[in-house]
């Protein structure tokens, strides 16, 4: 068996939950025992598992739910105690989970409990003769590797955000069974005392709704020169935002970061100076309608989302936009 | 308060990296190294940590001897003494073995906090801060960007995703996994370098039979998916088409 671990907060379900059922199914695929579970954790989660269950997701057997007051809010100790007896006792081949920030929390803690492997951050997963390997990026996306996990099952399993299809999960015409699992929680014994997640105060840039935005990262190398990327965005009538080192060493303020930690952005134009393309920047602003990336690295993973792509020196190339905008 | 915090030696962001032949590792020869990014502000926030409360900052680093180089850099940055396991399988080890080197160094020492990066720029596991705190047996809390102590007890502020943060309060002794951002980092003096010289580096094997529990069975350049309209020429030629393909083609100006 497969289990699925899914992922909600306050009772709604995380979309990556999803990907990771796609991901699953793709791994029943082809192998002898196809069944799949998927466990959710919390204290009032029975619209999220209904809507888990619904979809009658095919070779999932069960939809496992674990309702406890002390699970209300996310702690560590909750979710690996939880977790621990779960994997105890339906002794699944492979736990598979999203690569949320969640899981980077717990997935660590009950793999060493468990003394389990862990591959964290899977793109792909490749099946030969029996053998399932799993690529992830290393080396900041600058290589791939295959992966092997080693050592007794259950081995588990991160998958990155937006690497299989939430909605390419093969539904069933009947939903699949939801059921109860009491486990004993000792409240006292988790040593994490949570408070309720929050925003920051209203953001005075929202760069969800920009048309266009140029965005500047590492490459420009100074707070100094940031008015090289201010003059194209004044002449492209952009927004301008930035990869986070650049809001991390304080050259713009926080709200305009892009990507993971930072605003999700869906522009026409989206023009990416001097950023390297991490996932956690391309996740933020893949949904840009025509993506142009400058940089002086050919094998800079940007331009593997890129639909224009100069190789060059931005400090070359951008004042020569500049110029050609402006030319009356 | 007693501070560890671990830094892991990273090749060099602007370094591509080769696979060797037999494409299970890369080849470094030619590389630079440097400090892992979040692991500097690790060790900036260790630094504050000891300024407000007291008490001494300790660099913990696993890999093979040029991890030195890290270890000078953090203790002329002003940290007070250094352990570092010297291994040369360290520096393409798993998550889970680097943990337990770590952790067979650092049991003994009975730190109040430890403080780790969220993430290495090289292998990229997000894992080994985790496994250390189980290792260790004490409460963790990952992606960190503020730290408050009150007498025993540690409340941070967690990064969740979109903008979004949490404050999680747990007892001491425990364990920090620190994201980029956190801090404003500050550089090595003259004096701190000097200064660096005297300060001491323990240096200790790894234990014997740690296990891998990942192998890398290919590593390889990423195979290019999309199709790129590559612009060449001169800079002005370049940008003089971009802005026109932007006009014409793609119409998004
Ligand atoms: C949990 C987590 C959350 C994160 N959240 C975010 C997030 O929300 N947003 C985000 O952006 N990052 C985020 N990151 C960081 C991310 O992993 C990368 O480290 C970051 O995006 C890199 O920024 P960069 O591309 O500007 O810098 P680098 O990776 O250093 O790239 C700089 C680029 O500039 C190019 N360059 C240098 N000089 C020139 C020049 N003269 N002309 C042209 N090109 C040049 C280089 O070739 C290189 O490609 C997160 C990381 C983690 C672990
Ligand atoms: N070899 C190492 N020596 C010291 N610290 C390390 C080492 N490897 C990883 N770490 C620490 O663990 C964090 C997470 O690394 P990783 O699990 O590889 O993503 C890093 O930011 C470091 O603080």
Known sequence: ??????????????????????????????????????????????????????????????????????????????????????????????????????????????????????????????????????VRPMFQGKLTADVSPQGPTPHLVTFQIGAFRGDQVTKGASPTPVRAMTVTLDAAAIREKPEPPFREARQAVDLSQAERIVAVGRGIK?????????????????????????????????????????????PKLYLALGISGAIQHLVGMKGARTIVAINKDPDAPMFEVADYGIVGDLFEIVPAMVSELTKT | MKI??????????????????????????????????????????????????????????????????????????????????????????????????????????????????????DQGFGQTGVVLAERLGRPHATIVMEVQVVERTLRVKRELEGGWFQWVAMPLPAVLTIQSGINQLRYATLKGIMAAKKKE???????????????????????????????????AEAAKELVRLLREDARVI
């Open chain 1, 222 to 266: 100074g707070q100094e020169h940031l008015p090289v990327a201010e003059k194209l965005a004044a002449a492209l009538d952009a927004e301008l935002a930035a990869s986070r080192p650049i809001c991390d060493a304080g050259w713009l303020p926080m709200e305009r970061q892009v990507g993971s930690s930072g605003q999700t952005v869906a």
């Open chain 1, 1 to 134: 068996m497969i289990l699925v671990v899914a992922e909600q907060r306050d009772g709604i379900l995380n979309r990556a939950t999803w990907e990771t059922v796609a991901a699953a199914q793709q791994l029943a695929d082809g192998s002898a025992d196809r069944s799949i579970a998927i466990a959710i954790l919390g204290s009032n989660t029975a619209t999220a598992a209904k809507e888990l269950a619904a979809a009658g997701a095919k070779d999932v057997q069960a939809v496992i739910v674990v309702d406890h007051a002390a699970l209300e809010l996310y702690t560590p100790d909750g979710y690996v105690a939880v977790l621990e007896s779960l994997v105890a006792d339906l002794k699944p081949s492979r736990v598979l989970l999203p690569h949320t920030y969640q899981t980077r929390d717990f997935a660590p803690m009950l793999a060493a409990r468990l003394g389990r492997a862990l591959v964290t951050d899977v793109m792909r997963m490749k099946t030969a003769g029996g053998d399932t390997v799993f």
């Open chain 2, 4 to 121: 560890a915090v671990c830094i892991k030696q990273v090749p060099a962001r602007d370094w591509q990296p080769r696979p060797n032949d037999s494409k299970t590792w890369i080849v470094d020869r030619d590389a630079g190294f440097e400090m892992n990014e979040p692991d500097a502000y690790a060790l900036e926030e260790a630094l504050r940590l000891k300024e407000k409360h007291g008490g001494e900052v300790v660099v913990c680093s696993a890999g093979p001897a040029r991890v030195a180089q890290v270890i000078r850099e953090a203790l002329a940055r002003g940290a007070d003494r250094a352990i570092h396991v010297e291994d040369d399988g360290l520096a393409s080890a798993d998550a889970f073995v680097v943990a337990d080197a770590l952790a067979s160094v650092m049991k003994d020492e009975n730190f109040d906090v430890v403080l780790t990066g969220l993430q290495s720029d």
């Open chain 2, 201 to 235: 580096i323990r240096k200790a094997p790894a234990p014997a039979g740690l296990m891998m529990r990942q192998k890398i069975v290919s590593l390889s350049v990423p195979e290019k998916t999309k199709k790129t309209r590559i612009i060449t020429g001169s800079p």
